[in-house]
């Protein structure tokens, strides 16, 4: 995609103000790096607060019709996910993933009980294909909005919860995927004790017009510096955390990718509201009888990094999987990945090899995540 047809987020001439060195991104010109570095800017994260621009991803809201109420708009978007949106609590946010009828994953997403309505969060590049996915089967039964006129905001590492408490105290007792609409300095905000790189943290969605003045706050306190994309990408992987079109996607079940975990107990054979969504009866089937390649954690034995779309070998050089992943984890101190590997090799300690140019790289099938997630849950 050419430079001039690349969309920009509000933020866009605050990134070139910093330094930043801009990518395309799912459309969308992002900030790759800053002066800082991708190594600098990982570790600031881990060790302080990084604040990334994340407003390239689409933020939905879907609304009750007349008559009806937010229990109503979470009826209906179970149709479409295979988790439980009506138990879900006031304020309170849920990982979920839009699955298509062979149980494969659409996008993953993020979904807040705002009382009067849901608040959804989806990847940059599937936004448009959600946002027409939700429009054509949830017609009739709620009204689905994209929310273009807001950005969205991560402040992301151990000094995040800090910094935001200094324009309002009401975030300090939040806890992990609490959400709600809160005032900061005066600015409409919907805030969530959430992210996508492991650590403890917020996500920010506030009107444009706000954006600069607000990015600016947040980088004048010492604690912060402006993290892009490429530590993002390192700091979600040492968490063990899916990137949407690399680890998963539309020909990938939530059994095979390893996140049966979001795979809420109600929506499972026997539950209460067992099934009704894309997919079900296989990914039900999977449940019970397994699949034949799974997403694992791959620690890297060698100093060589080992990238995405490297063939997975065993100990007679059969391929018997792909790197999704891969990278150097800088607070690991060394190479780690995730893959797909045929389900005989997904044990925790299985050595395999990848190849890279050529030659074969030692590895070993390992738990995720590489580096502790320090989320505050209580």
């Known amino acids: ?8 987020t509000p933020l866009h001439d605050l ?45 939905i809201r879907l609304s009750p019709l007349p008559g009806d109420n937010v229990l109503d708009v979470a009826r209906a978007l179970e ?4 988790v439980d949106v009506l138990g879900l609590r006031a304020h309170r946010q849920r990982y979920a993933v839009l699955t298509n009828d062979d149980g ?13 309505s849901l608040f959804v969060v989806v990847n940059a590049a599937c936004k448009q294909q959600d946002v027409a996915h939700m429009r054509k089967h949830l017609a009739g039964l709620c009204k ?3 929310l273009d006129d807001r950005v969205l905001l991560a402040l992301q590492g151990p000094a995040a919860c800090a910094v935001v408490a200094r324009l309002c105290p009401e975030t300090a007792p939040m806890v992990f995927m609490d959400s709600k609409p809160m005032w900061l300095d005066g600015i409409d905000c919907i805030v969530s004790r959430s992210g996508y790189t492991g650590e403890d943290g917020f996500e920010l969605s506030i009107p444009n017009q706000h954006a600069v003045r607000f990015a600016r706050w947040l980088l004048a306190q010492p604690e912060v510096a402006s993290i892009g994309l490429g530590a ?13 079109g690399h680890d998963m996607d539309a020909s990938i079940t939530p059994v095979e990718a390893s996140l049966v975990w979001a795979l809420s107990q109600s ?12 997919g079900a009866a296989i990914i039900e089937r999977q449940l019970t009888e397994g699949v034949s390649k799974k997403r694992v954690g791959l620690q890297i034995t060698e100093k060589a990094p080992v990238r995405e779309g490297a063939e997975i070998v065993d100990a007679e050089g059969h ?24 389900n005989s090799f997904a044990a925790t300690g299985t050595k395999l090899n990848a190849i890279v140019r050529g030659k074969p790289v030692a590895m070993e099938v390992v738990k995720t995540p590489f580096f502790p997630q320090r989320y505050r849950r209580r």
């Open 319 to 342: 391929i018997i999987g792909k790197v999704t992943s891969g990278g150097f984890g800088p607070s690991v101190n060394s190479p780690i990945a995730m893959g797909y590997v045929n």
């Open 232 to 244: 993002r990408d390192s700091l979600r992987l040492e968490a063990g955390l899916c990137l949407y």
């Open 104 to 116: 494969g994953i659409l996008d993953d997403l993020m979904i807040t009980n705002l009382v009067d």
């Open 15 to 59: 990134h070139l103000e910093l330094g930043a060195r801009m990518v395309p991104f799912a459309g969308y010109s992002m900030p790759v790096q800053y002066p800082l570095g991708v190594m600098k800017e990982h570790l600031h994260t881990r060790s302080k607060a990084g604040l990334f621009d994340v407003s390239h991803m689409g933020q």
């Open 79 to 82: 149709s479409l996910v295979p």
């Open 1 to 8: 995609m050419e430079s001039e047809q690349l969309l920009n």
């Open 144 to 146: 689905v909005e994209e």
């Open 267 to 278: 929506r499972r054979a026997g539950g209460a509201r067992a099934g009704g969504y894309p």
